[in-house]
């Protein structure tokens, strides 16, 4: 059994936060997720939502319902004796990118500062399997890890004011996909004609947390034809 | 059967009390950053509380009624005229196929809600009728409404009578607004001087806030020492320090995710009142057990069942 040291803290008068001390990792990944999943059998009194970070989980309650010092005392007895369960076998996602200057305004730029070319790039980029971490942030945009050192870059000091919707950057050690028109100091290296997020759909987001995203590079004309 | 906005004012648009089970997946509450004048205008046409109404920012609008309705108006005080005579906020109104609200000049506050009797016939996205301006997420075709814009309503038949507000549930709108705090996560981390800064001078609110955050101008705020945050949840009310010392008090639209210090909360009583902070109004802090803020949030609920 994997032990992960937490402890339980009042973010709010209608919350908690379970912050766990070890850096991200695959395996606490797997904890949080599996512990989110948990939580309802727990039958916590005013529990409405939870929120799933790197290293943290957010209990969201109703404060006209709740304990909170039961709440506590009734997650750490949980958390204490929680064994993850067996994940299905996580689905791998496969979302095509364009990687064009036409349509990624910041390409040129990025592989002069790294010293590669485009090809080099989309070498590198398209060649992990990313997991997803959470979701958060913007609705739909995927935390991502697995990005190769080789493609880091600090993010921009002024960040874009507006960065159209399905733009995928490079931000620090991260990359990540924009599912919105967003103001980001990512830099922008490609995009994708797909939609990663649909309120009205019965699954709003394009993945889950534990799955995986591989990126297909596509030419500027299948792009194009993607749009059409 | 329907409401036509002939001048749209400034960010006006339907909110109800938000979305909440979405943050999971990015997608914060959105709604009535004031909710407790939603409450109250939904009140005064005899609807449930948490119904959609118009909410507008600083700037209000011009609306033609194109159907016998009740509606009413709370929160921001404005100069307002129906078919030209004045009329004033907490009471309610009966308007006719034709009838014209001109919102003018704001006096105070910041926020106006205007509640509607009749139902508005839009889907609900997402268990809401909320436009999310920032993400887009609307019931309405698009989340801020412009000018020839109508909204769409069902028709009631009920009788619903004109009502108005007992004095001791208006709260007057403050210059300078006092919300209590509770500490937030990275809180130990600020230098002492920051805590003083924090509960004893007052911050002026910056004109670049909106319905993500307000962001507040103040003494320069700073942590002990430099803190690398890994991406962290936080929730409305959280207010975090980036790196210019300036807080930023998330509202309903912040995002789910943040990756500054949580250095306080404001708690879930007094969140209402940031929904009257205009530019350049002040806001000071008052610290408060979490006792206290739970203790609170239940006599101001009792208070609003009406």
Known sequence: MVLHNFSIHINSDCSLLVQFEEEPNLKLTEFIHSFIASIPQLNLQGYTESVAAYQSVLLIFDPLNWNYQASIQQLEQWLNKFEPSKFNAPKTIKIPVCYDSRVAKDLTAFCEVKNISIKELIALHTKPSYRVEMLGFLPGFLYLSGLNKKISLPRKPVPDVKIPAGSVAIGGNQTGIYPIESPGGWHIIGKTPISLFSANHKQPAIASPLDFIQFDAISYDEYLDYVD | ?306
């Open chain 2, 1 to 306: 059967m329907s409401i036509k906005i002939l001048r749209p004012g400034l960010q006006t648009s339907i909110q109800d009390l938000g979305r909440s089970g979405f943050r999971h997946l990015g997608v914060s509450q959105a709604g009535a950053i004031d909710s407790y004048h939603l409450k109250l205008a939904n009140w005064l046409v005899s609807k449930p509380l948490h119904s959609a109404c118009i909410e507008s920012y600083l700037i209000g609008p011009t609306i033609e009624f194109q159907s016998s309705m009740t509606i009413a108006i709370t929160g921001a005080q404005f100069e307002m005229l129906l078919n030209a005579m004045p009329i004033s906020n907490n009471r309610s109104y009966k308007v006719r196929p034709g009838d014209r609200l001109e919102f003018g000049k704001l006096i105070s506050g910041a926020r106006a809600y205007i509640a509607f009797s009749e139902k508005l016939s839009y889907q609900a996205v997402m268990s809401s009728y909320s436009s999310d301006t920032t993400s887009g997420i609307a019931a309405t075709q698009t989340p801020t409404l412009k000018a020839d814009d109508i909204i769409q309503t069902l028709d009631s038949i009920d009788e619903i009578p004109v009502r108005t507000l007992a004095k001791e549930l208006v709260i007057p709108n403050q210059k300078n607004i006092v919300v209590r705090i509770t500490k937030g996560l990275e809180y130990s981390r600020l230098t002492k001087k920051s805590k003083q800064i924090l509960f004893e001078s007052t911050f002026k609110v910056d004109a670049n806030s909106n319905r993500m955050g307000l962001r507040l101008n103040g003494d320069h705020l700073e942590l002990k020492e430099k803190h690398e945050m890994v991406s962290s949840p936080i929730v409305l009310g959280t207010i975090q320090l980036p790196k210019s010392g300036q807080p930023i008090i998330a509202l309903n639209e912040g995002q789910t995710i943040g990756g500054y210090p949580r250095i306080v909360q404001v708690i879930g009583t007094d969140l209402h009142l940031l929904g009257q902070a205009a530019p350049n109004s002040k806001i000071s802090f008052y610290p408060v057990s979490i006792d206290k803020a739970i203790f609170l949030h239940q006599c101001k609920t009792k208070l609003l069942k009406i």
